[in-house]
Every structure is written in C-alpha cells, then in structure tokens.
C-alpha cells in the first residue's frame, strides 16, 4: 500500500516545478543556476513534490495500526540541467528531526530501525540526461507505539557536489503519538431541516474510509461529509492516559474559503460525543446544524476505529 499523501488539511495539489524555482532562497540552495538535488514523494520524478518543509503534514505516516507493512515510494530528483552521470545515496540524518519544531513544538525521535527497512539499494545512479532514481521504504505500523512521535528523515547524498534544496531537501515520514489518530469507517447524514427529523437527505452516505491525521498530540484533523468537506480539528485532554473533554470545530483556517464565502451560516454545533462501549472500536459523533442561505442542513459524521 503506496504511502498516501495529502494536503492536510489533507489535500495536496500538484506543485510544478519549472524554472519558477530557479533564485528562489525558499527552495533552492544559493546560486541555484546550476543543477540541484532535492526529494520528491512522486516515485517517477515528476511535477508533484509532496516534500520537505513545506508538506511537512502530507508526510505524516496514517497506516492503520493493523497492518504488517506499508511501502511508500520516493524518487531523488536532479531540477536543472543534467549533463552527467551522477550517483545517489540515501541518508537519514538524525540532525533534521527539530526541522519542523519552529512550526509543531513537537519533539521527534529517530524512528527505530525495527520499524522501517528500505526496499532495495540504498544509491542509485541518475545517468547524463536523466532527472531521478527511484527508491522505497517499507514501514511495519503494527509495531508502531502510539504514544511516541517519530520520524524517519531520509535525503540523499551525490558524487557531483550537487547542492540541496534548502526546502525539499528531506522526506519526513513521521508519526506524531496521537492515541485517536488512524483509520475509522466513516459515515454522514444530512438531514434538510434544522431538527434533524426525516430521512436522510442526498449527500448522505455509509461506510467510507476516513483518516485521523494528528495535528498535534492532543488534537487531529478529519473531514466532514458536507459541501466541500472541510475538516474538523478535534480536540482533547489526555491526562495519563485518559483521554476527556472533547471538543470539535470546524477548521478555523478553512471555514471562511469552506463555509462563509459560500453564504454558509453556522447555526449550532459543531458538538462532540464518544462511545467507548466497545475500547478497541471507539465511535465518535459529530454534530452541527448550518443555513446555506436557502436552507437548513442537520449534519451527523459518525467515525468508527477500525
């Protein structure tokens, strides 16, 4: 299963790369004329970056803890003119895990090595006119600890004293110890009146696939079912383990594009409620009640753990 990358607040459009790079200090290492190293989560080498700092979020490891083993698929990539051969080595540079702490305050640690493996040779050669070598690593989540941040940075080293990009340098795979976050079945109803009687209303729909990004340790973001889905950041107290308190809003950074320029009123909600009868399988329901300028919309998001 191929690693799924998202622009959290989860989708990641396409970043395209030119000669618009070229100069720019954000991305490029200085001088950047000349050609230049940096990652890329599109195993083919083209256009869609999904890495380094920028889509720091989109790197985020959200494999259901099931699972034995998951391969993400990377390339290094050469953004220029290649005009020899030149070979690449993959690293992993431990000096790179507070990389993000300015933005997360969050403190990783290296990933242990019973958790990851690379999938074949760790160098590659990118021959004259070429662009990228491709590479892959396998993660075992079933061995993950939920309760532990950590990442797995990976860059690359070359022969032909190629700089790095200052900001697509580095893939980092990372977890943050979120004890909500992973796979859920995920079911939403609408209902076209304020007090939610009646059947359900076109939009609904059961039994999708939802994931529990983690935003922070005590907080994780996830889609609703209604109009454009923007995503909720659900919050929480953790206190030794015991988790409490509960709270769930709509994404303050995405409801004004989501909601309030499309004349979308929050009328109440959104409110949270938790249904641990069954600990291995949580259920956890979201409720709120919107007026889209003609009429009202009950929405219900029901997420099951898988």
Avoid at 152 to 169: E, F, I, K, M, R
Avoid at 186 to 200: C, E, K, L, M, V
Avoid at 269 to 275: A, E, F, H, Q, Y
């Amino acid at each position: 299963m191929k690693l799924t990358i998202k622009l959290l607040f989860f989708l990641f459009g396409g970043y395209m790369l030119s000669s618009c790079l070229d100069g720019d200090p954000m991305n490029t290492p200085p001088g950047a004329s000349a050609p230049f190293i940096m990652m890329t989560n599109n195993p083919s080498g083209g256009n869609t970056v999904n890495s380094g700092l920028r889509y720091f979020g989109g790197q985020a490891l959200t494999y259901p803890a099931d699972h034995l083993r998951d391969t993400a698929k990377f390339a290094v990539s050469i953004q220029g003119v290649n005009n020899r051969d030149v070979n690449v080595t993959l690293t992993t540079p431990a000096d790179a895990l507070d990389d993000y702490f300015y933005k997360d305050s969050i403190k990783y640690e290296m990933m242990p090595d019973a958790l990851w493996d690379f999938l074949g040779p760790t160098s590659a050669a990118i021959p004259a006119g070429k662009q990228f070598a491709e590479f892959a690593v396998i993660f075992y989540p079933s061995l993950f600890d939920p309760t532990k941040n950590y990442m797995l940075p990976v860059s690359a080293t070359n022969d032909a004293d190629l700089q790095t990009s200052a900001n697509y340098g580095v893939n980092y795979y990372h977890v943050i110890g979120n004890p909500i976050a992973g796979a859920y079945r995920w079911d939403f109803i609408r209902i076209n009146n304020q007090a939610g009687t009646g059947a359900p209303a076109g939009g609904s729909f059961t039994d999708e696939d939802a994931v529990f990004a983690p935003e922070s340790p005590i907080g994780i973001n996830v889609p609703t079912g209604y109009y454009v889905q923007p995503n909720y950041l659900i919050t929480f107290k953790n206190t030794a383990g015991v988790l409490s308190n509960f709270k769930a809003v709509i994404d303050p950074d995405e409801i004004d594009g989501a909601f309030t320029l499309n004349g979308i009123t929050m009328i109440s909600g959104p409110t949270i409620t938790v249904n641990k009868t069954d600990p291995v399988h949580p259920i956890y329901t979201v409720k709120y009640v919107v007026f889209n300028g003609a009429a009202y919309r009950n929405c219900t998001d029901t997420y099951t753990k898988k």
